[in-house]
């Protein structure tokens, strides 16, 4: 197979974009395909439909490198999808009774349908253990960082202070929200597809829903209410729950990147830094880049899936076919930024120094928030305000702003202690691993 | 308030963009806004941290027919957000004791994205209620057209026979997967948003989780394991459902849309229909129309707000901001889409003689599949496909074919009627009914 | 008009998403319909197929402010869009002559389309003032600072030295090359809509294409080479442009949040600054979050109107109307972000005493590469690369590595100066003003 | 090279998704790559920068087929793109001299970015070969049928008649309007980039732009007023352009398939046409089908491709990466829906009969507009329109409609008569041919 070239794989880009061992590659679709006519083979002939060892003589040879993947490729032309090729080519190598039994019910769509669930499972499989390992690694450090103080940032601009637990626990519940529901479409919306030519299953007369129970069986795939040929509400539902892995992931490389400026410096990536090839001293946050870089594809691909969800009678014209290669990337993308996620988290250098270091830098107006409910109660809210404010962009400090305001130094150390002021932070940090652990908890 | 205009509601095309009762405007924001100013005074009273009658007060005043709207969304010029300036506005309307207790802890996030979830709430509820109707019309076709044969196509060729009944079932399926999402967002995800300035509650010292969790309490919200103010995902997960929810009533649409075409006629929507200005035959499938009109905004809208959860560190640059009225159009999108659809089904004329006399115009080739497989014992699969497949292109009838495959005429009757090629047809209807009214069952 | 509402204009959020004079609110669709019709009915007098005085009449009472706008809006229920029940109205106010004339040869989408183009072309004109004001401000900024030497960032770390006015130089080219593009669609693009119910114009009989140019002239829009109903690709062309507005402002605002930053803090809004609520220190780049939450929104619009080009036959049932509400809220985006951006960089301080600390405190490391490349000669490239990279990890000075390969205390002192390492910047600056000047000169 | 798959090129689904010779693969993408390495070696020997011979010595071991591409993909992972590695991998090829040479002043992203160009640019010839076959039968189609009648269609309604020439000349004038535009983009757009690491091309000293006009030249890519490393609005430009293809592609694919619907029949794909496994009688519109499939995909592409652009400092985290595989998708598929659209018109089968016959089963109501205007002197419109709409609902026949109307037999005839309401349908099609020749004309 000279000419076998894979849309979803690995590749030039695939150590970026196909990280951590999501496979929908042509090769994998191929043989989830292959896999579904075996199953399908196999139920008929539990149920009576096929001679005996139809089943595994068809699971025998449905092997995806028995078959030139391009030549199938190139035969999809004619149909707009590659299984009447498959069909074909699998038929040339059974015997007769096995022959006979092949594709028997079903059509085109309720393979590459079934194929496409299948491949999100193991997707799913994957990225689901990618994201347990950074959701792992990310209790880690909010649970090693519950006291750290740190400067909050809101806007881009210095706020107050808050812990690096609590930036963490924060990504611990975004980790553990998106594999809860990742977790929730594998169990519930990954449907067999079988219907045949119009969703009646008109050719197998009644034993339609019985061979449809056993293949979903056969698989381990659910068994919907109905074929849902042009019913897509479960690829909304997978595409979007793809694309909160992505977002919850995407997060953390956005924070990563602010974190690791050479200007705050408060977190690096471990391992081996991502060196420039013209600029010896960079120390670039890899992981944290390729996140972002998979996770900002998601948006488009999810569009493209709800789009394509308008679909026409019993078989769509277009928007079916528009899915496949979407799918897939986001498959892909999203075990990928799973992956480097896992990595990072588990990597991540945190400095406290530093986080101290920029906190003090800032001269105590992180603490103007906690200065100015302090004179509330002898100066009123709004001169509060106004006075810590001046403060702020004069060249006044805080301290003195709180002699002028009656405190005394014991209050005012007491006030310009970013310890003194993380409210709910520590219980907070506590409140996320405790969700955690009752969530990984089976 | 001359000038006040509203970004979301009726105006000039809410009679097609904003049916069915979703407010989503600006009037809705303000007032959501104030709900939780109002009961963000009381959770503070009842912890102890706000003057008695304090809730009451703020709750007294909270109306949003006491602002300038659009004053107000003047001064948020300053600010990038409206909240400063109506809570100055509302600081204004009350006594010491009241004002000193308003707002307290809470920054105007927390406000603006509590509000979002009061809105949310209120949409779902309306757009669940014209899913619930337009399912129980659905339902009323599936059983009244379990046994009506029409022609069931494929990538918009005539196929093999299927119901109406069928067709209705799976809009049902569909609007029931739909409900059901959003009902569970509704129930799971809509959670209030208290965490002050970062996240942390600082200014309420110890109580800040207690205060949460009375705010969440008065509100009717969930609590979350976290303030959320960069957390994104519930906002994805909405926003997916809601797509979710217009994908199922587009669906309806495109069905009806092609369905009520000239040439097909086998539906009619019902009511007065859509005259057209300048051709007086012209009877459009309006509400069809306005289905996909609605639904066919929704993918971007997700898009934007997928794209939109990353945030960066304890409040985001914009990306927040961005949410704010694609949420909103989304939210009345779908309530739209929703309420089209009750009303569509509702009255959705289906003519049954249309549909006979479609299937009988056909000639018998929808019928093709069934007569090749008949002929599959006597000639084998190939032989049987291709002398089919001849009779369609060429002028032979199928009548003639099946004489010369060695049926009887009385098997050739049975092999060319529709309602004996039918297969799980009946029994996926019944199972749809039976899915729904467990759905439905409380 | 009590129950008039807007949903494009200013209200809650005007302040930051339709700021700047772009007006696609309800009402200013209205008067670009009427100004249609009135239009249409004076091209129909000119070409002798309306009585005289007719166009003079329909004119005289096209004017929005005598129509109850929400009275239209749930007259569209009915046929899915205001057009019918507006030509209805003018009907009713118009003498016998007159009111034949209304309207004839015209379909609804004639009237919508056209208006759509005429509420571009103002909105269009708008923005490019604000463009053009915005880019004048770039302009100043990047000669100013022609040799302001700063850090360069790349993936957010600090890399070599570039200068202020580089960075501004890029605002610059990105505002122009958005304006051209801008101005080239308003100039080539904006087509009037006239072609009756399918686009023959067949009952204006041989005189369409009369009074289509005699329309085209009255409203000074383009002639199309034919009705363009379903044929979409201007709204493709002018949904990307004003992309292109926003991303050229889009990069000019997160440039902006990332100098901003506290820890950065090379340049500061003007302005009083967004104050915060609860932290008086803060001073947030408002501006710039504008920008961003205004741009932010582009994406998925653009998806929107591109996925829209999907039209059937001669009118499109539902793609067409979902064009109405996408591209207004894109023309007021747009025009929001452009106007942010004027006021933002006319205001824009720039702090180059900290742009020359911040050079300082990376402690010559932004000259690695240059350094690197000054010792190249004598270690070759490798080692020369490794020896300052093993310098930017470990504790010894860049100097001292100097000094080890054998420069002179002044070759030393060159090597970094980081004024001695900006290439062609200048240069570059050079050709993006002389670039500029030449694209403003008429 | 076992394990070297492409993510862009042929593979299972090629057949559908990557038809038409547009090259956007990972073997494509690294040939770019070393195009460009190339060429900068003789851009830099030209200037005087590099060897006597170097130019020629990286050009002669810049072969794809010299590099392990899947090992290039792994060492990504290190640094986030894989240049880099292709640099060590070219420098061990190369004598000292050349290797010295070797990206001399260049980034990463210089070489990626350039690379995008050659690749766009080889995509884009192929893809305007494409559109311009496709539109050469186009014109075909209209000028063979200018004359033919048909039903018109609005909202999927049958309106008045039209000429299946005039529908022809629409699918024209989109694919005429979709080339000009990527023409313009290939010619003015498409530029090279060279600004090495901050975009000053400070390590080439004075000598930086003289070297980027060489290069240019060597390439035959503009050159731009600036790099534009963070400034990516042509990208947008070539993302919008290659949209407008598929819309204009995605145009004739919708229109095809609906004007192939068993009901309708008025066009066939020619060719073999698609058979169905399951259902013998099929003839399905499949190159229409993969029109849709494709162009379908393009929107959420777009809307990635516009979301990338917000780009931070002098090179993006992500917002970069983020484009590689959408720009390449987009270029891919934009290329097989163009192929496919060529293939599908010059095939057409256009059934004259099918159209008449639909004209005259619709039993004159196509012709109710014209009847109507017909009535209106004589009845005032109000009164004429009714009773139009009257016949058209009950049972009345038009030309009993008409006689009551006072009009003569020959005036009724002439009144139903569809070639007689064609209006400007012959003028516009010859408009479309005439702007179709100059089009074409260099």
Redesign the interface.
Known sequence: MP???????????????A?GGVDA??TA??QAMLDTEAALARALERAGLAAAGAGAAVTAVAKASNFD??E?????????????AL?RALHAMLPGPAA?AL?QG???QDIIDTAMMLLARAALDTTLGSLAEAAAAAARLAAGHRDTAM????????????TFG?VA??WL??LD??SQ?LAAVRRERLAVQFG???????????A??QVAALLAGELGLAEP????H?????I??L??AL??GC??A??I???V??L?????GEVHEGG?G?????????????A???????????????????????????????????E???LA?LLRLTGSAASWSAELLAGLAVDRAAMRA?LDA?GG??M???V??LLTPKLG?PAA??L??K???GGRSLRDVLLDGGLTASEIDAALDPAG?????A??VD??LA?HASAVRP
Chains 1, 2, 3, 4 share one sequence.
């Open positions: 000419d076998r070239e894979e849309p979803n794989a690995r590749g030039l880009f695939g150590g970026v974009f990280r590659g042509d679709w191929l993947l391009a199938l490729g190139r035969q999809a032309t004619g149909t707009g999808n590659p299984v009447p069909v006979a594709h079903a059509t085109s400067l909050g940032r809101t806007l881009l601009q210095q706020a107050v202070p808050v609590l626990a924060g519940t975004g929200e998106a529901r045949g030519a119009a969703g009646t299953l008109a050719p197998l007369g009644a339609g829903p209410v109905l074929p849902w042009t019913g897509r509400l479960r909304i539902e595409a979007a694309a909160g977002a919850a995407g997060k490389g956005r924070d990147t602010l690791a400026q050479s200007e705050v081996p991502g060196g420039s090839s013209t600029m010896p001293h960079k120390r670039n946050p890899v944290a880049i390729a996140i972002l870089g998979c996770a900002k594809q998601a948006p488009g691909l999810v569009a493209t899936l709800t789009a394509a969800a308008e679909q026409e009678h019993q078989r769509a014209a277009g928007a079916w076919h528009a496949w290669q979407p990337a920029n800032a107006l992180p103007a928030e906690h100015a409910a809210r305000h106004d810590v404010a403060a702020a962009a002021y993380l409210g709910a932070a219980e907070f409140r996320a969700a």
